[in-house]
């Protein structure tokens, strides 16, 4: 059974409103628009430094904006309407949503002092979700889709970085949420780790999950994006389907980023 298989029963759209983001007299995010329909998979790529981290962390309200909102489904994630102004959610109703928002995070993230199955096991009987014996259930499915069956019973530290980052999406799967995002979901793997994390993303992708996914991985960006969209400076460059943003870059700054990294 393949990853694709395990995934929510209804994908969400995904639309960001004119944020900003300061840091200081750094503003990381300086009026970013952007939407992605239910089912499509967008891959954000862009320099270090160009807001591409904050943005995804704005999604499921990791980081709060200055200005702007994030909505999935229609709905603002972590605020409400308050007439003409947007008002903080209590803490409760914004775990809330976030469980319905998978997050994939560049360092996995994981409970070093549980084992791989109560990793992924912890969310759903948290969120009351699942009855823990389904919650195993589900679990097991979710390891032995991603290649990891036989690692229920290990410890996060007995396993490879992509390992790790296996279980992290399989984690991530387990409360089916509408959309995922993936936080450079292999920068911190050895290079010969990287295939098999990207093999079960590529699968994920054709599962019909809203997927955003920040990366440097060029190659991988245009074989499984909908949609490509380049950051810089905290402002969108230039965003379209792959044929045209990374094979035919119409931005001076997209052409140049590319020069470098393909």
């Known amino acids: 059974m393949t990853t694709a298989q395990h ?10 409103h004119n944020a900003h983001k300061s840091y200081g007299v750094n503003h990381v995010l300086a009026g970013v628009s952007l939407a992605v329909p239910a089912g499509q998979v967008a891959a954000i790529l862009g320099p270090s430094g160009s807001g591409k981290s904050t943005l995804l962390r704005a999604i499921n309200h990791l980081e709060k904006l200055d200005v702007g909102y994030v909505a999935i489904n229609g709905e603002p994630v972590g605020v409400r309407r308050h007439g003409d102004r947007l008002k903080e959610l209590p803490e409760q109703a914004i775990l809330a949503q976030r469980a319905r928002i998978g997050f994939v995070f560049q360092n996995f993230n994981l409970f070093p002092h549980l084992t791989v199955l109560d990793n992924v096991t912890a969310a759903p009987v948290a969120t009351r979700q699942h009855s823990r014996a389904d919650a195993v259930e589900l679990a097991r499915a979710l390891l032995a889709s991603v290649g990891l069956a036989d690692k229920a019973d290990a410890y996060p530290r007995q396993l490879s970085g992509g390992q790790q980052q296996r279980v992290a999406i399989a984690r991530a799967l387990a409360l089916r949420p509408g959309v995922i995002l993936f936080d450079e979901p ?35 960006a245009r074989e499984v994006a909908d949609l490509v969209v380049f950051l810089d400076a905290g402002r969108i460059v230039e965003q379209g389907p792959p044929s045209e943003v990374i094979d035919n870059p119409r931005h001076p700054r997209t052409r140049e980023f590319l020069s470098k990294v393909l």
């Open 186 to 220: 292999t920068s911190a793997l050895d290079p010969e780790l990287v295939g098999d994390v990207l093999a079960v993303i590529k699968d994920l992708a054709t599962s019909g999950t809203t997927l955003v996914i920040v990366t440097h991985e060029v190659g991988f």
């Open 7 to 16: 995934t929510a029963e209804a994908a969400a759209a995904v639309e960001i």
